[in-house]
C-alpha cells in the first residue's frame, strides 16, 4: 500500500518536469519594502497536447499569477493572464518586458542571493514545484 501511495504521490507532484513540461531558469530580482516581484523561466512543453497552468503558489508572496507586459501607444501596461496554455511542442519564455510571474502582496522583500521555490498547478491535475533564484535589483538575465 505504501508503495501505491508513493507512486501516486510522484506523478502528482514534479520537480521541474512533469507531464511533458519543463520549467527551467527560473530567477527573481530582488526587491525593496512594499514593492511587488517577478518570476522568469522557460517554460517547454515537450507533450504531444496542450498544458494549461491552472494555477501558481508561492511561500514568498500571496497572489502569484501570470502577467504581460505590453506597449499602448507611449505607455509600458501589464494585463492578467488567466488561460496560461503551452501549446503542443512549443516554448514560452518568462522574461522582463514580456510574459512574467507577478508576485503581489510580498510578505517581506526578495534578497538579492536567495532562493525560493514556485509551485505551478496544471490542468489535468498534477504540479511542478521549481526553484528561483534571487538576483540583483534591475538585473535583466538569470543570476550566474
Known amino acids: 500500500m505504501k508503495f501505491i501511495i508513493g507512486l501516486f504521490l510522484s506523478f502528482a507532484a514534479c520537480s521541474g518536469l512533469c507531464e511533458g513540461l519543463q520549467i527551467t531558469d527560473a530567477w527573481s530580482r530582488a526587491t525593496v519594502e512594499g514593492r511587488m516581484g517577478a518570476v522568469y523561466a522557460t517554460i517547454e512543453n515537450t507533450s504531444g497536447n496542450p498544458i494549461q497552468i491552472q494555477g501558481i503558489k508561492t511561500d514568498v508572496a500571496k497572489v502569484a ?6 506597449l499602448d501607444g507611449s505607455m509600458m501596461r501589464m494585463r492578467h493572464i488567466e488561460d496560461f496554455m503551452i501549446p503542443a511542442g512549443e516554448v514560452r519564455k518568462l522574461e522582463p518586458g514580456g510574459l512574467h510571474i507577478m508576485l503581489m502582496r510580498l510578505p517581506e522583500p526578495l534578497v538579492e542571493g536567495a532562493k525560493f521555490q514556485v509551485e505551478f498547478d496544471l490542468d489535468e491535475g498534477g504540479n511542478i514545484t521549481v526553484p528561483v533564484i534571487v538576483g ?9
Do not use: I, L, R
Open 65 to 70: 499569477e501570470v502577467h504581460e507586459s505590453y
Open 136 to 144: 540583483a535589483m534591475g538585473q535583466m538575465s538569470k543570476p550566474e
